[in-house]
């Protein structure tokens, strides 16, 4: 079964560093892209960027150029997403998706939550 | 950038209603056009790509149509589980695949 699974929901604090995670399985891992898509609370989809794990390859939308990185590491088949300093304005649901000119495979999300 | 406008933002409609979502592009993207479906609480799902290509699995009462700029998703006949938010998705800039605004269809 081909599937992406992300890592657990997290709560941080401003200021704080985070790296999620999404490994995808039951596919080549280094033959598709893998994108990340933002939905903050009660909001719609923001595309954020995109990597091909093969060669690692990466995208960023003019909107989270500078504010997150992503990342992968081909031989555990696992995309990351990361940022150096929280802010409140990053709680949000993450997900990632299969990418091979639409996004067929996603994984369940994970819920960042940045509070004081 | 390209910017993606669905109309309308939310809608009423009754089970075994036809259904029509329209999705415009700020610039013609041929056929790059994704249509999904969301679900509270759950991932996104693929419905259409290409503009008119049904991904597998999914029920032939959803449509696309549409090239350039125009874009429509169609529901032929409403059934219970349909009710969700829609999202049009243009894959034509390169790797920059931006979503519509999405469009809220709710039971009238």
């Known amino acids: 079964e081909v599937q992406l699974v992300q890592s657990g929901a997290e709560v941080k604090k401003p200021g704080e560093s985070l790296k999620i995670s999404c490994k995808g399985s039951g596919y080549s891992f280094t033959s598709y892209w893998i994108g990340w898509v933002r939905q903050m609370p009660g909001k719609g989809l923001e595309w954020m960027g995109i990597?091909?794990?093969?060669?690692?390859?990466?995208r960023y939308s003019p909107s989270f150029q500078g504010q997150v990185t992503i990342s992968a590491d081909k031989s555990i088949s696992t995309a990351y997403l990361q940022w150096s300093s929280l802010k409140a304005s990053d709680t949000a649901m993450y997900y990632c998706?299969?990418?091979?000119?639409?996004?067929?495979?996603w994984g369940k999300g994970t819920t960042v939550t940045v509070s004081s | 950038d390209i910017q993606m406008t669905q109309s309308p933002s939310s809608l009423s409609a009754s089970v075994g209603d036809r259904v029509t979502i329209t999705c415009r592009a700020s610039?013609?993207?041929?056929?790059?056009l994704n249509w999904y479906q969301q679900k509270p609480g759950k991932a996104p799902k693929l419905l259409i790509y290409a503009a008119s290509s049904l991904q597998s699995g999914v029920p032939s009462r959803f449509s696309g149509s549409g090239s350039g700029t125009d874009f429509t998703l169609t529901i032929s006949s409403l059934q219970p589980e349909d009710f969700a938010t829609y999202y049009c998705?243009?894959?034509?800039?390169?790797?920059?695949?931006?979503f519509g605004q999405g469009t809220k269809l709710e039971i009238k």
């Open positions: 998705q243009q894959s034509y800039s390169t790797l920059l695949y931006s």
């Open positions: 990597i091909y794990p093969g060669d690692s390859d990466t």
């Open positions: 610039q013609s993207i041929s056929s790059y």
């Open positions: 998706a299969r990418a091979a000119g639409y996004m067929d495979v």
